[in-house]
């Protein structure tokens, strides 16, 4: 089984450039997350789609950062225009759902996309 | 706010010990927590999941229990190799949507 795959693994951009970085979760698998990891710190949730729709993005900064899901399969995360701050790793997770239609709980994380703002 | 905590600090140990590792959290229990190894430039790797009914879960060596009075999770590795270093995050989940909420993670570092 293929498991999350993510891409650009690395970007260097300077700050107020934008970014976008791309997602492809486990096939079937109808919930997926954006964290954001700064170095020596746990994932922090940036927005969890299920399906189409946005379940959560209460710690999104709106003002520069967008997702979507479109047909509910792929994402995109962009940043826009970048700070210092959002050096990190943009990490892509997934679930799948159970039969009751909540998620079952263990996430898949892809491996990343590290992301330096000069 | 629902809060994970877990010991900044690295935990080094040598071979053939049991490492144990804490995950405290704040406020009202969890429906579960997880606990994920994440070795460097690598994405998290899920290892267990317990439910707040649930006392103690093993798989192979690991070991995790969840105690409601204390507010916290214990992590054990028995029987400890090399290659089970790397860092352990723990993280609480809700009923629902399963939105998860990440401590900072543990380096635990084995020694031969």
């Known amino acids: 089984e293929a498991g999350v795959a993510q891409s650009p693994r690395y970007k260097i951009i300077e700050k107020r450039q934008s970014v976008a970085f791309w997602c492809n979760p486990i096939s079937g698998h109808a919930t997926l997350y954006w964290y954001q990891q700064i170095l020596g710190q746990g994932p922090k949730l940036l927005i969890q789609f299920q399906n189409n729709g946005v379940v959560d993005d209460s710690q999104l900064p709106k003002d520069r950062f967008s997702a979507e899901r479109l047909k509910g399969v792929d994402s995109t995360l962009k940043i826009q225009p970048a700070k210092l701050e959002d050096s990190a790793v943009y990490l892509c997770?997934?679930?799948?759902?159970?039969?009751?239609?909540?998620?079952?709980?263990?996430?898949?994380f892809g491996e990343g996309s590290r992301l330096t703002v000069l | 706010s629902q809060k994970i905590e877990q010991n900044s600090e690295a935990l080094n140990i040598q071979e053939g010990k049991t490492a144990t590792l804490t995950c405290n959290y704040t406020?009202?229990?969890?429906?579960?927590l997880q606990w994920y190894r994440q070795d460097p430039g690598r994405g998290p790797v899920f290892l267990l999941l317990i439910r707040e009914n649930e006392k103690e879960k093993r798989k192979e060596r690991l070991k995790v229990t969840f105690d409601t009075t204390l507010k916290q999770s214990l992590f054990h590795i028995t029987a400890s190799q090399p290659a089970d270093s790397a860092t352990y995050l723990c993280a609480r989940g809700n009923s629902g949507y399963s939105t998860l909420t990440f401590g900072k993670g543990t380096m635990l570092l084995v020694s031969p």
């Open positions: 406020n009202y229990s969890p429906a579960y």
């Open positions: 997770a997934s679930s799948s759902i159970s039969t009751s239609g909540r998620a079952t709980g263990e996430l898949f």
